[in-house]
């Protein structure tokens, strides 16, 4: 009799866990079919990029697109949607700007440039200077002030176009992007030149963030990037005559810093709803094109994450969070007032999903986590096969959700495949018409997965 009975309980514990693996599937299933049969994510990122457009900190846009999300947020149904408060920097790019080459008096060539955010205006009238050509910041120690004194230092270190990898490309030379005026500025440059972030031979200058670290502002020198085109031009013209001359105007400015929020909204858990399952995107963008990949893509998607699941009617366990990040590209403070408020009132995220790369085909996720809910999360694998899913690797997650590392079980990153990312990156090719719906859908769906198997399975 014993004997019996232990195998029928064998037998209804194997049943049962058939059952609930159909019913995940199901799930998992229908999730996809109604974000790529019903999904509202490309009409919402035509909205955003082409009605709204470019969303840089403190600017009209910016403060037009927090209205726009928490209008949409609140018609999806959710729970609670609410405005977080956060000063940002204000900047202005100004008019568009102008630089050439001079080989020789009145022999210019135009040259395609940008100012990188953050930078100082040049005079009036410009600046026109000898150029010192440099492959790393290293480069002006070696060099000194004697050399450096009253020219304009033109960094020129490619990406590293062998690296499959095309965030570890870019991580391998942005630090001159950022950091290059403050270096140059200290060997006496009167301007800095940077080729831009981009692994490709084009004509279009890509922007980004730049600091002066604790330069005094009498020291600041303006910071320009140039397109990868140019860069290659420059070089060459400077190897052939190193005394040419280069010309810059820019008027960028800086202003004080403004009031602007982050956009949240939420489903209140039915068992644990003060444990919180967050997905999220920074709403803010470069002045350059329409932010339609960084990070319209990533806002739409993890909106689309809490609209299907409220569409389908699925009562989590857990609160689901969407949060639109303000300030990522040129201060994160939106994501430091939400981590400072959550330590603050002690909330506990099981899950902390940021979508940042791009709207290209979702190739799976990125994780910074224990090895035990790694584990856990690589048992869930066989459901996203079906989907062509397949990367679940150890590594970072995305800046916003980074700085909740002491109050996540898991952070998570989704990563979409990122060969063509940085063509469009901080440029003005990151524009609506390069969007693909489908790799966009299918990328909401993949989050969509995750959240949902997060909250229904657990990480316990």
């Known amino acids: 009799m014993p004997r019996n009975f232990l195998l029928v309980f064998l037998f209804g514990i194997q049943f049962m866990i058939a059952q609930q693996k159909t019913e995940v599937e199901n799930q998992i299933s229908e999730i996809y079919r109604k974000v790529l049969t019903e999904g509202k994510s490309y009409n919402w990122l035509e909205h955003l990029s082409k009605n709204i457009g470019g969303r840089l900190s403190g600017s009209l846009n910016a403060e037009r697109a927090i209205k726009w999300a928490k209008d949409e947020l609140d018609s999806i149904g959710l729970d609670s949607v609410w405005l977080q408060p956060v000063m940002v920097p204000k900047w202005v790019r100004g008019t568009f700007e102008y630089a050439n080459i001079e080989s020789s008096p009145g022999n210019t060539i135009n040259v395609n440039v940008c100012s990188l955010g953050g930078s100082i205006a040049t005079p009036t009238g410009g600046i026109k200077a000898n150029v010192i050509e440099v492959k790393n910041i290293s480069e002006l120690e070696r060099l000194g002030a004697d050399k450096i004194k009253g020219n304009i230092v033109f960094f020129n270190r490619p990406m590293d ?110 068992e644990s709803p003060e444990s919180v399952i967050l997905v999220g995107a920074h709403l803010d963008s470069w002045d350059l094109g329409d932010g339609a990949h960084d990070d319209g893509s990533g806002v739409v998607q993890s909106m689309e994450v809490v609209r299907v699941l409220k569409r389908m009617n699925y009562q989590p366990k857990n609160t689901l969070r969407v949060v639109l990040f303000m300030n990522e590209e040129n201060g994160s403070r939106g994501a430091k007032a939400y981590a400072k408020a959550v330590s603050k009132k002690k909330e506990k995220h099981l899950l902390a999903l940021e979508s940042d790369s791009g709207a290209f085909t979702p190739r799976g996720f990125i994780f910074d986590t224990s090895d035990n809910y790694f584990n856990k999360i690589l048992k869930w694998k066989p459901y996203f096969d079906p989907y062509y899913i397949h990367l679940f690797s150890r590594g970072g997650s995305g800046a916003d959700v980074s700085l909740l590392k002491q109050d996540a079980m898991v952070l998570s990153g989704l990563k979409p495949d990122s060969q063509r990312y940085f063509i469009h990156h901080h440029s003005d090719m990151d524009t609506f018409d390069t969007i693909n719906k489908r790799e966009l859908e299918l990328g909401a769906a993949t989050m969509a997965t995750l959240i949902y198997l997060t909250d229904f399975i657990g990480l316990e």
Request: net charge neutral; glycine share 6%; with cysteine.
């Open 161 to 270: 176009a062998s690296l499959v990898n095309t965030f570890d490309a870019y991580s391998g030379a942005v630090d001159q992007r950022y950091s290059g005026a403050a270096e140059a500025a200290k060997f006496g440059a009167v301007a800095v030149i940077v080729r831009s972030m981009n692994l490709r031979l084009d004509d279009y200058p890509h922007t980004g963030v730049m600091s002066y670290g604790s330069l005094p502002i009498s020291k600041r020198i303006p910071a320009a990037a140039i397109s990868t085109n140019d860069a290659e031009l420059l070089s060459s013209m400077i190897s052939l005559n190193p005394n040419l001359r280069f010309f810059l105007r820019q008027d960028c400015k800086n202003f004080p810093e403004v009031k602007s929020y982050n956009v949240i909204g939420q489903i209140n858990g039915s």
